[in-house]
């Protein structure tokens, strides 16, 4: 009662802030629900495990995808939507289905492809009358889906929706929803890129995912949710846990000890509780059994897929080899970078011999998630398999790193470059980047501005004047103001390194 107590004086929530916090709470109440194991309660106690904040019971999965496609095409019989005919009608049909779309968050985390969703309609338009309708488009998604996890995609081919979208990004300077370009050299044009990187220096979006190595994983259809998350349509991801690699370090002898020891014990107890979470999601909760976007076939059970997720790669590897100075460490120290590709090796193989239930799609198998990190994670926990903020290289330099590791997190990774002012008035020279960090197994790439207020924290966006606002015992309308302001006090997630333009020039 103490907790509720404390939700309900809070002054800095909103009323719906409020009554997440304490749907959260209740959910979270009951430890009984799903029996885990003494040694999982241990490790997660030990903080060496965690659950994200996913409650204890589990009423829907953490991650859900629908088929816009599939609206568009029959409507909703349930929600008594009709195929729409034109644009209005297309808005309004999403506006209404995106309320009844749940996640962890409670709010919709995939929007949908929406220039190809939106293009047979928007062209049929005046291109103003098209621009005004998409621009209340957007307020309604600021204003009522109001978390920063709420994602959009476009791309990868140019076009009027496209480019109206980036227009009225710049123009409106909104946190949300957050934006994804699926680029493909081949598929997207430069003028259509360059416009992406001038939109993503001034707004923080859109990021640039790998289109042909998403497509390598998952096919066409695939979606990209919350921060970063490669996941099906029509589908999602069931439940995302973490290990926390360097208190999942401590007690290690050295690093052999760690990789054949004390990193197995870890694994299993982390797949244990996602076996467990999702059997019962399956089979005991009501998702899969009655919620109308299963029975009408808007996701689907088989597309569903476990995340994996794991932080502070860098941390792990420097502390295993006594490396008290980060920018000695991991991503700038030869032997660190090469124990800590050991450490992902050993991850991915001992999780990919796992049998998953219920995940058709992957074969029956997680995949690993670099998770961005939550607001109450300290230095010792950098995001993923990111080097540590204050030890960044240069851009060049830090790619190199990132190239190694993206490939193994088919369910999302990337790393956010924050550049100087210069950069407004030459976007040209950062296009290249992007395109030969890709070609190289760069997964994602994210940017902005050092002036922006509209900033990438760890994975999703906030802006910097919010986060004042909450400094100022105010109210944030965006739910994860509270998380960028943690991300930021606790593990300075808005300090990282400025990008110089001699940074590129030199290399």
Not at 179 to 192: G, I
Not at 317 to 329: A, C, P, S
């Amino acid at each position: 009662m103490s907790e509720a107590l404390n939700i309900v004086k809070d002054t800095t929530l909103t009323y719906k802030q409020q009554l997440l916090a304490l749907a959260r709470l209740g959910e979270s109440t009951d430890d009984e629900t799903i029996k885990f194991s003494d040694e999982y309660k241990k490790a997660k106690a030990e903080g060496a495990l965690c659950d994200l904040n996913e409650g204890k019971l589990t009423y829907r999965p953490r991650y859900i995808c629908p088929d816009y496609d599939l609206l568009f095409e029959k409507g909703c019989d349930f929600l008594e939507l009709n195929p729409p005919k034109d644009l209005l009608e297309a808005i309004n049909v999403l506006e209404i289905f995106y309320s009844h779309v749940p996640s962890v968050t409670a709010y919709p985390v995939y929007l949908g492809d929406l220039d190809r969703l939106l293009e047979p309609f928007v062209i049929k338009e005046d291109r103003e009358y098209a621009k005004k309708v998409l621009k209340l488009f957007l307020l309604h998604i600021d204003k009522v889906l109001t978390d920063s996890f709420v994602h959009a995609v476009i791309g990868p081919k140019d076009s009027v929706t496209g480019r109206l979208l980036l227009e009225l990004t710049e123009e409106m300077q909104l946190a949300i929803p957050n934006l994804t370009l699926k680029y493909d050299p081949e598929l997207t044009s430069d003028d259509f890129a360059l416009a992406c990187v001038k939109c993503m220096l001034k707004t923080a979006k859109p990021s640039f995912a790998n289109h042909r190595m998403f497509v390598k994983e998952w096919g066409e259809r695939y979606a990209i949710a919350s921060c970063y998350n490669g996941l099906l349509q029509a589908g999602g991801g069931f439940t995302l846990p973490r290990l926390k690699l360097f208190e999942c370090s401590l007690n290690a002898k050295d690093p052999e000890d760690f990789i054949n020891n004390e990193l197995p014990k870890y694994i299993d107890l982390q797949l244990e509780y996602m076996d467990k979470k999702i059997k019962f999601c399956v089979e005991e909760s009501a998702f899969f059994k009655s919620n109308f976007l299963v029975t009408e076939g808007f996701v689907k059970l088989e597309n569903f897929t476990g995340m994996f997720g794991l932080v502070g790669l860098a941390e792990c590897v420097n502390h295993l080899l006594h490396i008290e100075d980060n920018k000695k460490g991991f991503g700038m120290n030869k032997e660190a970078t090469e124990l800590g590709l050991r450490i992902m090796d050993a991850i991915e193989k001992r999780v990919s011999e796992h049998v998953a239930p219920y995940c058709d799609a992957t074969n029956h198998r997680y995949r690993l998630h670099a998770q961005v990190g939550i607001d109450s994670d300290g230095m010792e926990d950098s995001p993923g398999t990111r080097i540590p903020i204050f030890a960044e290289p240069t851009i060049l330099e830090q790619l190199q790193v990132n190239e190694k590791f993206h490939p193994y997190f088919p369910t999302g990774t990337g790393d956010i470059f924050k550049f100087e002012e210069t950069y407004e008035k030459t976007p040209e020279a950062i296009l290249p980047i992007i395109k030969g960090s890709l070609n190289n197994g760069l997964r994602y790439f994210s940017g902005y501005l050092e002036s922006c207020d509209v900033v990438r924290v760890t994975g999703y966006l906030v802006k910097k004047s919010e986060i004042e606002k909450l400094n100022q015992k105010k109210q944030s309308l965006n739910n994860v103001t509270i998380f960028g302001k943690g991300a930021q006090d606790g593990g300075h997630a808005l300090d990282r390194r400025i990008q110089k333009q001699n940074d590129i020039s030199a290399g």
